[in-house]
């Protein structure tokens, strides 16, 4: 599987996306600065503290070259504090964010980092069940009319894509199932 991606590398565990694309055969580089974003097919925000990541990617200019590079139709994909990263709308919040998602999500729905638990999650564009983890997830109490639910946990939004952004709130890099990455990198 060819292509050259790259994990925005500021804040968080970029290391298991890296790892996990390089096991499907892609190209995957750390992003650290806005000339980082050249030539990638896609770039994955991982987990981590959001409003850290959101203040250093506006600090490093990462966020305005982020937005040019999606209206090119760079592929990003979210997760956990990705996913509240992209949201057009985070409840209770101001926090700095991409707004590249047309959905509301509440930060730390499931709880306490102590409360982190895996669970099957059902994903439509893959049409089966992958596990998913949980840790201080957020979940999507919204899906605005641009946005299409993608995932879903007992009933609750887990994940959504816009075109070519996605966003969910687990992480599939901690696991050993590779479907979810591997549909993301195949676009």
């Known amino acids: 599987m060819a292509g050259r991606f790259g994990v925005l590398a500021l804040q968080g565990d970029f290391a ?17 600065r806005p000339s980082d974003l050249d030539d990638l097919e896609g770039l ?8 850290v990541m959101g203040k250093l990617m506006a ?9 040019r590079r999606a209206e090119q139709g760079m592929r990003v994909l979210g997760t956990c504090a990705g996913l509240i990263l992209l949201a057009k709308r985070i ?3 101001d926090q700095p964010r991409l707004g590249l998602l047309d959905v509301t999500v509440r930060r730390n729905a499931y709880g306490r980092q102590i409360e982190s638990f895996e669970a099957m999650v059902d994903v439509a564009p893959l049409k089966a069940r992958v596990k998913g983890v949980f840790i201080r997830a957020p979940i999507i109490t919204e899906a605005g009319a641009e946005a299409e639910p993608i995932a879903t ?3 609750a939004i887990v994940g959504a894509r816009q075109g070519a952004i996605t966003g969910i709130a687990f992480h599939p890099e901690l696991t050993d199932d ?10």
Request: hydrophobic share 35%; proline share 2%.
């Open 16 to 32: 298991k996306h890296i790892e996990t694309l390089t096991s499907l055969g892609a190209q995957a580089i750390e992003v650290r």
């Open 153 to 155: 946990l007992d009933g």
């Open 44 to 51: 994955i925000i991982p987990g981590g503290e959001s409003t």
């Open 178 to 187: 590779r479907r979810f990455h591997k549909w993301w990198v195949r676009g």
């Open 59 to 67: 600090r490093y200019g990462i966020d305005e070259a982020l937005h």
């Open 91 to 93: 409840e209770e919040s």
